[in-house]
């Protein structure tokens, strides 16, 4: 036994001296939070790395939870993935000598192919446990606005210039302020112009003994307001303040042969309509509807004797969204969801919806014009009636786009011609015909070249 553990001893007794006798290491004596926000509009997720590590995935408008580190020098990096490549780019890299009880925010912008990157930082912010008040930073990232006025106030004060609380340009953040625990509405305007009102937030109860980072982006397809705004709290988590003057919409697509032509109603009553005569395969405009809980019935075409289909939906003011029907006759299914159709800068992308009661899952092929499937991978794999709508990316270029049942090769909808470019969004529903081995497929947008 001791001839076991005499090199074992005699190995820690290296280690330990050669770990504890370098003078030239650095030492933590503190630990300061780091944190990122993707402002890029046409990006799609960005990784947020500490060195080669990753923190962290950057949607658009969001942003990395706080995380603390020791107080040293760490290179920060950002890469993202285009369509067709199999290794991420690296896009942006920052090094910083972290310095304790500092906090630091990235604010990633400019675009995917000339980002920038500027860093915020401000002490870290404490609390006592009997605080009533709160911190409230105010930062713009809306590139495509110049200089901003911030009203922070009571839903009864109205804007008045010198009453700003935060005079703003692209990039900047505001010294923290702090305000008493309450309800607060938040409007931002032209800089010296109250009247010029951008955006205007709901009143929201904001919580004391924390630091809020309140930050405008612009809007992207998915919303109809021209700005969006986000509140990072700095004890983590995030939330969407909507513009109060935007309603939501719907967007109506009947997908289910079964159905037949229906009216729509919001009201149980049935005495709103909202949609009449609404056949298989048929896509609505939007239409404008109440922020909070809706419910839509569905009843057959001139005729509220019956309600073939409830579709509940809980709806933000300024977001789009779409009411899908689908399923067999007597047991349709009503499916509620904010389409993913906002364009990225790294490839085209294909929204996927199936619809399908004919065949339960499906395979999607994307393959180079002209290519056959035979040994192809699908897009997207087992994509069934009742799965949420998913997404694929794919490189600019030209493709036959094939739909097969599940594990098998033989087309059951295509080929379509799809040539896309950077930026374009397929956005689709696979749907049957009268002819239950064949498939055809619903392009909401970017359809086949004719």
């Given amino acids: 036994m001791q001839k076991t553990l005499r090199p074992i001893i005699v190995l820690l007794t290296l280690l330990t001296a050669a770990c504890g006798g370098d003078p030239n290491l650095p030492e933590a004596t503190g630990k300061g939070s780091i944190r990122a926000i993707n402002a890029i509009p046409m990006s799609s997720d960005i990784n947020f790395l500490i060195e080669e590590r990753r923190l962290s995935t950057l949607v658009y408008h969001g942003a990395s939870s706080p995380v603390s580190y020791d107080d040293l020098n760490y290179t920060f990096n950002f890469e993202v993935l285009y369509a067709g490549e199999s290794s991420t780019r690296r896009i942006a890299s920052r090094n910083i000598d972290v310095v304790a009880n500092r906090d630091y925010v990235f604010l990633l912008g400019g675009s995917l192919s000339s980002p920038t990157l500027t860093l915020w930082e401000d002490d870290e912010r404490t609390f006592a446990e009997t605080d009533t008040v709160l911190a409230v930073k105010f930062a713009h990232a809306s590139a495509t606005l110049g200089a901003l006025d911030y009203y922070f106030a009571d839903a009864t004060v109205a804007p008045a210039v010198g009453n700003q609380a935060a005079t703003l340009s692209f990039g900047e953040v505001a010294d923290a302020v702090d305000y008493a625990e309450g309800d607060y509405v938040l409007t931002i305007t032209t800089a010296g112009n109250p009247a010029d009102?951008?955006?205007?937030?709901?009143?929201?109860?904001?919580?004391?003994?924390?630091?809020?980072?309140?930050?405008?982006?612009d809007g992207d397809e998915r919303d109809r307001a021209p700005m969006v705004v986000n509140s990072f709290r700095r004890i983590g988590g995030s939330s969407q303040l909507p513009d109060a003057n935007f309603a939501p919409t719907v967007q109506f697509v009947n997908a289910s042969m079964d159905l037949g032509t229906v009216d729509i109603y919001d009201d149980e009553a049935l005495t709103s309509q909202v949609i009449a005569a609404h056949d298989f395969l048929d896509v609505t405009a939007e239409v404008e509807i109440a922020e909070g809980t809706n419910t839509f019935y569905y009843t057959p075409a001139g005729d509220t004797a019956a309600v073939l289909l409830e579709v509940p939906l809980s709806a933000f003011p300024g977001r789009r969204y779409r009411a899908l029907a689908l399923g067999p006759a007597g047991e349709p299914l009503g499916v509620p969801f904010?389409?993913?159709?906002?364009?990225?800068?790294?490839?085209?992308?294909?929204?996927?919806?199936?619809?399908?009661?004919?065949?339960?899952?499906?395979?999607?092929?994307?393959?180079?014009?002209?290519?056959?499937?035979?040994?192809?991978?699908?897009?997207?794999?087992?994509?069934?009636?009742?799965?949420?709508?998913?997404?694929?990316?794919?490189?600019?270029?030209?493709?036959?786009?094939?739909?097969?049942?599940?594990?098998?090769?033989?087309?059951?909808?295509?080929?379509?011609?799809?040539?896309?470019?950077?930026?374009?969004?397929?956005?689709?529903?696979?749907?049957?015909?009268?002819?239950?081995?064949?498939?055809?497929?619903?392009f909401l947008s970017g359809g086949p070249t004719p």
Avoid: H, W
């Fill in 197 to 217: 009102v951008i955006y205007t937030s709901e009143s929201n109860t904001f919580t004391p003994r924390d630091t809020y980072l309140l930050t405008a982006f």
């Fill in 338 to 442: 904010p389409p993913d159709v906002r364009s990225v800068g790294t490839g085209a992308k294909l929204s996927l919806y199936s619809s399908s009661n004919n065949v339960t899952f499906i395979d999607i092929y994307a393959v180079e014009a002209d290519t056959s499937i035979d040994d192809a991978s699908p897009l997207r794999s087992g994509l069934a009636i009742d799965a949420e709508s998913t997404t694929a990316a794919l490189a600019a270029g030209s493709y036959d786009l094939y739909v097969t049942e599940f594990g098998e090769k033989v087309a059951l909808a295509g080929p379509y011609r799809l040539d896309v470019a950077i930026g374009d969004v397929v956005d689709l529903i696979v749907v049957d015909t009268m002819d239950p081995t064949v498939l055809d497929v619903l």
